[in-house]
Nanobody, 127 residues
């Protein structure tokens, strides 16, 4: 069972990218998904999460209004649409899955632990 991220790349300030998180060997139907990022020299940051039903989405303040997380269970994928990108969004982005995460009771993306992680995809935003 693994998660595979794709869609990273190089984009100019103000541009957009769409990241995808695909599951292999298991169904995402029963998992909440979180997107995280780690920039050089910084701690890992929770970016966004989506609940199992898709009815709850939570975002870090730094990306609210610019990033949108969504899921397509038929395709067994979760996407992160990133608009109005800034140089400070430059990082390796990871998706993670867990059966118990991303609820309305706590909107902090980093509040929950995630069991399964992908290898990450690099996003670089030029100034």
């Amino acid at each position: 069972s693994q998660l595979v991220e794709s869609g990273g790349g190089f984009v100019q300030h103000g541009g957009s990218l769409r990241l995808s998180c695909a599951a292999s060997g298991f169904s995402l139907d029963y998992y909440a998904i979180g997107w995280f990022r780690r920039a050089p020299g910084k701690e890992r940051e929770g970016v966004a999460c989506i609940s199992i039903s898709g009815g709850t989405t939570n975002y870090a303040d730094s990306v609210k209004g610019r990033f949108t997380i969504s899921r397509d269970n038929a395709k067994n994928t979760v996407s992160l649409q990133m608009n109005s990108l800034k140089p400070e969004d430059t990082a390796v982005y990871y998706c993670a899955a867990d059966t118990f995460a991303c609820y309305d009771s706590n909107t902090d993306v980093t509040h929950y632990s995630y069991d399964t992680w992908g290898q990450g995809t690099q996003v670089t935003v030029s100034s």
